[in-house]
């Protein structure tokens, strides 16, 4: 089994940082894939991650098109939600897939695995026809909570929480391969 975890974003994507920019989604997104490549790799399972660096800039043609060369079988990617031009009240976990059997079933166990154990409010599994939803094998986008929501934010930036973000992906991973 060959995952490709797309760290989504990087430091050039105007706006994906918290009004008081402590929290940039970017590097949130970095640690996660680190750390479920981690888990999984206990598993025995190779993973490779579509940015070779937490700096490097890869298009989003790019990133199907590397998912595909490395063989990957399945593709996942993994971001923060924002909201609005000004901190709000909005929370909560989502996945996205696309509209396709094998990435709904892989959004399912992902889902399961994250919720409730994660304790955001459950925002659901939307289809979505996205660049990096349209491939070959089934893909998926999660969303791990708001940083546009104050608290949630402070969340988002706690290791022990990010530890269950990356746990949570894995789990549901490992369903998806072995359920």
Known sequence: MI??????HDASTRGKRSFDQTFLEYQFNWQIA??????LSQWG???FNNRCSVEEVISLKERVKRAEAGKADIFVSIHANAF???WNEVTGWEIYCAANE????????IHQSS???LGLKDRGIKQAD???LRQNIPAVLIEHGFYTNKIEKDRLLCHDFQIKCAWADA???LKYFFD
């Open 84 to 86: 609005g031009e000004e």
């Open 34 to 39: 680190q750390l479920v490549e981690a888990y």
């Open 3 to 8: 995952i490709c975890l797309d760290a989504g």
């Open 45 to 47: 399972i190779t993973c």
């Open 171 to 173: 789990k549901g991973i």
């Open 102 to 109: 094998s990435s709904l079933r892989l959004a399912r166990c």
């Open 115 to 117: 919720l409730p154990y």
């Open 130 to 132: 996205w660049m990096v």
